[in-house]
């Protein structure tokens, strides 16, 4: 992300209220933009096609289609991406651009084998039992695939720092989206929701491919050196588990709910719960710019002072590593402290805003009722992602792992909890989740502050590890023997029992 801290600075180097408001539009391009566009395709594409005329079985079949092909695809996604991330990461370090294809082509491979192995069996299950159609059933597959390799391919473009081209590749893809729509409805007059089904996953496939050439672009050769990302899955497994405990914890409470009696079941296949999702929708736009204010933050001073440390370290004094330390653990605190300040004043904002003007739009009831917990738990919950990242700064992978797992734990089972409770406590489990992640993660940066010395010195082997016998650890035997004058002599003898455990055993330094 250091991309996005090179602009930043200069946007907000001459400190004035225009240029504040210029980065904060501009972080919230780069981060969140892709996925503003595709809401407001999706609310254009309603409008112009009369999305509301259609009969509420069909409504409710094209809006399940949609919520399971954005969460699914987040979490089938969700294993691989960091391990592939660090991968090509560790690469383009190296300058060894001919193995970011090999690295693209095996994540591609295994992102659409690992999600289809959910979906097709769902895909059947809808058709067979659902008695949906299978064209139907088929597009919503297509969707889901164009939606997976969409958020791959980002991944790459990403550590390209090219976050303008994302936010256009997806302008590009709703815009044909939006188009097609039109086109199928009131030229080939397919039918309203078909005809959005339809446009979506073309353009999610388009987005797909026009970031896929561009990575090829980037990367023309290949040097076929498969084996060596498959060790990175080996290697950074703990990546695989933190990602995929996060994603889960993120959607894991509405799962819950759909188990209540408030859910809605659809064709036999679709569960949902529509008051609580809204509500989850509502609590999510009311705290994503922490992200942004995180990334802004982030990148225009912790990175500084963490790169200065590391510096130290490399090639400095005893006195220049604790003054470094010192200095980047005060700017994380500063930071975590500045999120939460900034992201309150957002939220607030943002939650009178929907709390005044929604039920005018016809949300209202328990959607309202439900909102202001769930809320209240994604703003910690934000605010425990910011500490992961932090924790990744150190490459403490066990102490996210630990955070994740707890998060992802705490809030299944409190969740579980909050069902028997009022509408006004069903985000309970979310908050309680997040407030245990936060406080673990907490936990855990205090005790890397205290031993960050150890972490970064004490972590190498003098001798490559390898296995075998061990040898004897007894150098030499003591025998005693008196002198004529009284006086005791000591006399070493050599270990015959450990030579010949060392003539047996290879040690490999």
């Known amino acids: 992300m250091a991309g996005i801290g090179l602009k930043l600075n200069r946007i907000y180097r001459k400190n004035t209220v225009t240029t504040n408001i210029i980065g904060f539009f501009y972080s919230t391009v780069i981060t969140i933009a892709p996925v503003l566009v595709v809401i407001i395709t999706l609310v254009l594409m309603q409008y112009a096609l009369k999305f509301n005329t259609v009969r509420y079985a069909d409504r409710e079949l094209f809006s399940c289609t949609v919520l399971y092909v954005f969460i699914f695809s987040l979490l089938t996604a969700a294993p691989f991406n960091p391990v592939l991330s660090r991968y090509m990461s560790d690469v383009i370090f190296e300058e060894r651009y001919e193995d970011v294809q090999p690295c693209h082509r095996v994540g591609l491979l295994t992102n659409i084998c690992f999600s289809s192995f959910f979906a097709i069996p769902f895909c059947i299950w809808e058709h067979i039992v659902g008695k949906v159609p299978i064209y139907y059933v088929f597009t919503g597959y297509c969707c889901f695939v164009g939606l997976v390799m969409v958020f791959y391919n980002m991944l790459y473009l990403s550590i390209c720092k090219?976050?303008?081209?994302?936010?256009?590749?997806?302008?590009v893809g709703m815009v044909s989206s939006f188009l097609m729509s039109l086109f199928l409805r009131y030229v080939l007059n397919v039918s309203?929701?078909?005809?959005?089904?339809?446009?979506?996953?073309?353009?999610?496939?388009?987005?797909?491919?026009?970031?896929?050439?561009?990575?090829?672009?980037?990367f023309p050769e290949n040097s076929e050196e498969y084996k060596r990302v498959f060790e990175y899955f080996g290697k950074y497994w703990q990546l695989i588990l933190i990602n995929f405990l996060y994603t889960l914890g993120l959607f894991i409470h509405n799962f819950v709910f759909w188990g209540t009696d408030m859910a809605t079941h659809l064709?036999?296949?679709?569960?949902?719960?529509?008051?609580?999702?809204?509500?989850?929708?509502?609590?999510?736009?009311?705290?994503?710019?922490a992200s942004v204010i995180f990334i802004s933050r982030v990148e225009m001073y912790f990175h500084e002072r963490y790169r200065n440390y590391a510096d130290a370290v490399f090639g400095g004094r005893g006195l220049d590593i604790q003054n470094t330390k010192k200095?980047?653990?005060?700017?994380?605190?500063?930071?975590?402290?500045?999120?939460?300040?900034?992201?309150?004043?957002?939220?607030?904002f943002i939650y009178l805003f929907f709390v005044i003007f929604l039920p005018r739009m016809g949300y209202a009831g328990i959607v309202m009722r439900i909102y202001p917990m769930v809320a209240a738990g994604y703003f910690v919950l934000f605010l425990m992602y910011a500490e992961i990242i932090f924790l990744y700064y150190f490459e403490d992978l066990n102490?996210?792992?630990?955070?994740?797992?707890?998060?992802?734990v705490s809030t299944y089972f409190a969740s579980l909890a909050a069902t028997k409770m009022s509408h006004i406590f069903f985000g309970f489990g979310i908050w309680i989740g997040a407030v245990i992640g936060f406080i673990v993660a907490y936990i855990r940066?205090?005790?890397?502050?205290?031993?960050?010395?150890?972490?970064?010195?004490?972590?190498?082997?003098?001798?490559?590890?390898?296995?075998?016998?061990?040898?004897?650890?007894?150098?030499?035997?003591i025998t005693e023997q008196r002198k004529a004058d009284g006086s005791l002599e000591i006399e070493p003898k050599e270990n015959t029992e450990s030579k010949k455990d060392d003539e047996k055993t290879v040690i490999y330094h």
């Open 327 to 348: 200095r980047m653990f005060r700017q994380l605190a500063s930071e975590l402290m500045t999120l939460v300040r900034l992201q309150f004043t957002v939220s607030v």
């Open 399 to 408: 102490g996210a792992l630990f955070t994740a797992l707890c998060f992802c």
């Open 192 to 218: 309203v929701t078909y005809s959005m089904l339809l446009a979506l996953a073309v353009g999610f496939l388009l987005t797909a491919a026009l970031e896929w050439a561009k990575i090829h672009q980037f």
């Open 162 to 171: 090219e976050y303008r081209l994302i936010s256009l590749y997806f302008l």
């Open 267 to 289: 064709v036999k296949t679709f569960v949902c719960n529509q008051p609580y999702d809204m509500a989850t929708c509502l609590a999510m736009f009311t705290n994503i710019s």
């Open 445 to 477: 940066l205090r005790w890397m502050e205290h031993h960050i010395n150890e972490h970064m010195f004490c972590r190498g082997n003098i001798m490559r590890r390898s296995k075998g016998i061990k040898p004897s650890p007894k150098v030499f035997d």
